[in-house]
C-alpha cells in the first residue's frame, strides 16, 4: 500500500465525513439500549458498506455512474441522476447542513431554537454560502481542508473522554418500542444508516474519487479499481471507529425520560443534545462552543460544495439556464427547507430515501455483477422497474396514505427489507428473459 493509496483513502474518509452525519451516531447509541451492537453493525452497513461500495462499483467504468446507467437506459440515466443530485442537493441534505449548525451553535448557547432566530441564521448562513457559490474559488477548499481534521482532532478528544466518563454506566433504557429484538433492532439500523445518504452520494461523486487515482499516475482499468478498494478500505476503518464510538458512548449516556420529553417538546434533536452534552461534560462550556462552531462552519464548507456540484450538474444537462441562475435558486430553495428544523427536515426525508435507497442498491448490486456475468440490458431493467414500483408502493403504505394489505404481507415487511428479496427473484427472472431477448451483452469501458 503505498503513499498515494493513503491520501487516497484519506480524501474519500473527508468525503463522507460529513459533519450533520455526527449526529446520528450518538442518537443511534441512545435508542437501541440492550441492542446497541446489532443496531449499530447494520447502521454501518448502510452509512459506511453502500457507500464504499458505491465508489467503488463507479470505477468499473472509465465513464462512472453515468456509462453505466447509460447501458441500462439513458432516460434512467438522466432521472436517476436528477433524483439523487435533487435528494444530497437543495431537498434535503444542503437544509440539514443549516439545521445542524444551528441546532450545535445557537440552540446550546442561547437556549431557544425559536422560528425567528432559526430564521436569521438561516439567512446569514445562505447568504455566505451563496457569496461563496457564486465566486467560486480555493476558499472553500482551503477552509474544507483546516477543517477536517480541526473537527476529527475535537472528536477524536470527545471520544477518548467520553470512553473515560461514560463507559462504566449501563446502556441506556433505549425506545423499546423500535428496538425490542436484536432482529427489530438490526433492521431499524439498516434503515437509519440510510439517513447519512452517503450512498446515493457516492453515486453521485464516485467519479471524484477516480479522477484522484488517476492524478497519481494510475492509468490501468484493473489498478483503478484495485487502488479505489484499498483506498475504500481505508476510509470504511476510519468511519467505523468514530461511528461506533460515537454510539457506543451515546448508548452508555444516561438521560433521563424527562430530558428526552422536553427536548421532543422543543422540537430539539436527541443526537445533536447528546453530542453537545458529551463536549461539554468532556471540555466545560468552552468544549460545547468550540465544537459547535466548527461542526458549522464544516457544515458551511459541505453545503458550499454540494450547491456547486448540483448547480454544475444541472447547467451540464440543461445550459440553456446559467450557472448563476442554478444556485441563486437551490440556495432559495434550501433556505426555505432549512427553516422547518431538523427533526422536520430529516422526517420528510425518510419516505423519500426509503424509495430511493432501495433501488439505488438494486443498481450499484446489479452494475457489479455484470462485471462477472455476461448480462444484457433487459436482465438489469426488469430488477430496476420491479424495485421502483415495490419501493414507491410500499412506501405509500407504510406511511397510511392508501393501505394495500398485500404489501404488508410481504416477506421482511415488518424489517422494511421486503424489497430484497423481491430483487432477488426480479434480477433471476430478467437474466432468463435475456436468453430470449436479442441484444448485446454489455460491456464496460476500462481504459
Not at 102 to 131: D, G, K
Not at 211 to 239: C, E, P, R, Y
Not at 377 to 399: D, F
Request: net charge positive.
Amino acid at each position: 500500500m503505498n503513499k498515494n493509496t493513503w491520501i487516497v483513502g484519506f480524501t474519500l474518509f473527508a468525503m463522507f465525513f460529513g459533519a450533520g452525519n455526527l449526529i446520528f451516531p450518538p442518537n443511534l447509541g441512545q435508542d437501541s439500549g440492550h441492542f446497541f451492537w446489532p443496531a449499530v453493525i447494520a447502521f454501518c452497513l448502510t452509512g459506511i458498506g453502500l457507500p464504499l461500495l458505491g465508489v467503488i462499483v463507479g470505477a468499473l467504468d472509465k465513464q462512472g455512474y453515468v456509462g453505466s446507467l447509460n447501458k441500462i437506459s439513458p432516460k434512467f440515466s438522466i432521472i436517476f441522476l436528477i433524483i439523487i443530485y435533487l435528494t444530497i442537493g437543495p431537498l434535503f441534505a444542503i437544509p440539514r447542513t443549516a439545521s445542524t449548525s444551528f441546532e450545535m451553535t445557537v440552540t446550546p448557547i442561547a437556549h431557544t431554537n425559536s422560528n425567528l432566530i432559526l430564521f436569521i441564521f438561516t439567512l446569514i448562513y445562505f447568504l455566505v454560502v451563496l457569496y461563496l457559490c457564486i465566486n467560486p474559488g480555493k476558499i472553500v477548499d482551503r477552509i474544507g481542508s483546516l477543517l477536517t481534521p480541526l473537527l476529527l482532532i475535537t472528536i477524536l478528544a470527545m471520544i477518548i473522554k467520553g470512553f473515560v466518563d461514560y463507559s462504566g454506566n449501563t446502556p441506556s433504557h433505549g425506545n423499546q418500542v423500535d428496538y425490542s429484538s436484536a432482529i427489530g433492532s438490526f433492521s431499524k439500523g439498516f434503515t437509519e444508516g440510510y439517513l447519512t445518504m452517503d450512498a446515493i452520494a457516492a453515486i453521485a461523486f464516485s467519479m471524484i474519487v477516480v479522477n484522484a487515482i488517476k492524478a497519481t499516475g494510475v492509468k490501468h482499468a484493473d489498478q483503478i479499481f484495485k487502488q479505489t478498494v484499498m483506498s475504500g478500505l481505508i476510509a470504511a476503518v476510519a468511519l467505523i471507529f468514530i461511528y461506533v464510538s460515537l454510539g457506543f458512548i451515546g448508548n452508555h449516556m444516561n438521560v433521563d425520560n424527562e430530558t428526552l420529553k422536553n427536548l421532543t417538546a422543543k422540537d430539539q434533536n436527541v443526537g445533536a443534545y447528546l453530542l453537545t452534552t458529551m463536549a461539554a461534560s468532556g471540555f466545560g462550556v468552552f468544549g460545547k462552543y468550540l465544537l459547535g462552531i466548527i461542526v458549522a462552519l464544516a457544515c458551511l464548507t459541505t453545503a458550499c460544495g454540494l450547491i456547486v456540484a448540483v448547480s454544475q450538474y444541472f447547467n451540464r444537462i440543461f445550459p440553456k439556464v446559467s450557472y448563476k441562475a442554478y444556485t441563486i435558486f437551490f440556495t432559495l430553495i434550501s433556505f426555505i427547507l432549512s427553516n422547518l428544523g431538523l427533526n422536520a427536515v430529516i422526517s420528510m426525508s425518510v419516505p423519500v430515501l426509503s424509495i430511493i435507497y432501495p433501488v439505488a442498491i438494486t443498481v450499484v448490486l446489479l452494475i457489479l455483477l455484470a462485471r462477472f456475468i455476461p448480462t444484457k440490458r433487459i436482465a438489469q431493467q426488469i430488477p430496476i422497474v420491479v424495485i421502483s414500483i415495490v419501493s414507491i408502493l410500499s412506501v405509500i403504505s407504510s406511511n397510511g396514505w392508501v393501505k394495500m394489505s398485500f404489501i404488508d404481507a410481504l416477506p421482511l415487511k415488518q424489517y422494511s427489507l421486503e424489497w430484497f428479496p423481491i430483487a432477488v427473484i426480479a434480477t433471476i427472472i430478467g437474466y432468463i428473459v435475456a436468453k430470449f431477448v436479442k441484444q448485446d451483452y454489455i460491456i464496460y469501458q476500462k481504459e
